[in-house]
């Protein structure tokens, strides 16, 4: 079976800092990665999605960048981190080229102070 | 360009009740529509999905969703709540790529004894 994993579950850093979060699929081959980004009512945001290694799909323009060096891995950075980015971090994949629903890790709560 | 409105941030049952949650989307194609749960602090879990079949869809823990095209709604209902229900639910809608979600701004459920 398939699994999505996602580390740090909690991080807290100080503005100005750079960020590294990782997302991991076990299970399967690929898939299509997206990235949300959730704020208190504000739902989910899609920030990036790749349908392969080093492609790489931005929605929003903003602080943060996405990079997948290997075809389940996908990573958000930051050179530096703005309070703003603040909130809950999603990974979600599905199986590419199918009508499949989205699978969601179970995320990174980031804080920025 | 697609959207999703959830109409209420907050809804409040007695256990037992009946739950409807209300979902609305605009496409300029035919839609895939989804129903996801999140618990605290936790990822997003399918609970179910229109895919062009039948317009009366089931899903896990009870909860079913019909889809109206006329309406352009996608209700989500459960005829009796039950406290483990509480939790935020978010509507979403796809086109036919399932490459992208965008979901609504999510609905806190609360149920009370």
């Known amino acids: 079976s398939q699994t999505i994993h996602q580390w740090p579950a909690t991080l807290v850093q100080p503005v100005g800092s750079p960020l590294s979060l990782e997302c991991t699929v076990e299970?399967?081959?690929?898939?299509?990665l997206y990235w949300y980004r959730q704020a208190a009512g504000r739902g989910l945001q899609l920030l990036f999605y790749?349908?392969?290694?080093?492609?790489i799909s931005s929605e929003v323009p903003q602080n943060l960048s996405a990079s997948r060096p290997q075809d389940r891995q996908f990573i958000l950075s930051s050179k530096k981190l703005l309070l703003s980015d603040s909130g809950f971090y999603l990974c979600?994949?599905?199986?590419?080229?199918?009508?499949?629903?989205?699978?969601f890790g179970p995320g990174t709560r980031l804080t920025v102070l | 360009a697609q959207s999703v409105t959830q109409l209420g941030s907050h809804v409040s049952v007695s256990e037992g009740a009946l739950v409807l949650l209300r979902c609305n989307y605009s496409?300029?194609?035919?839609?895939?529509l989804f129903w996801y749960v999140q618990y605290p602090n936790q990822g997003l879990q399918l609970l179910l999905k229109?895919?062009?079949?039948?317009?009366l869809v089931k899903g896990i823990n009870g909860f079913e969703a019909e889809f109206k095209k006329s309406e352009t709604s996608f209700h989500l209902t459960k005829p009796s709540a039950h406290m483990s229900d509480a939790a935020e639910y978010f509507c979403?809608?796809?086109?036919?790529?399932?490459?992208?979600?965008?979901f609504g701004t999510g609905t806190r459920l609360l149920v009370s004894p």
């Open positions: 790749s349908v392969g290694i080093g492609q």
């Open positions: 979600a994949w599905n199986p590419r080229g199918s009508l499949s629903e989205q699978f």
């Open positions: 496409s300029s194609v035919p839609p895939y």
């Open positions: 979403a809608v796809s086109d036919q790529s399932f490459q992208k979600l965008v």
């Open positions: 299970g399967t081959s690929n898939p299509n």
């Open positions: 229109y895919t062009s079949a039948a317009t």
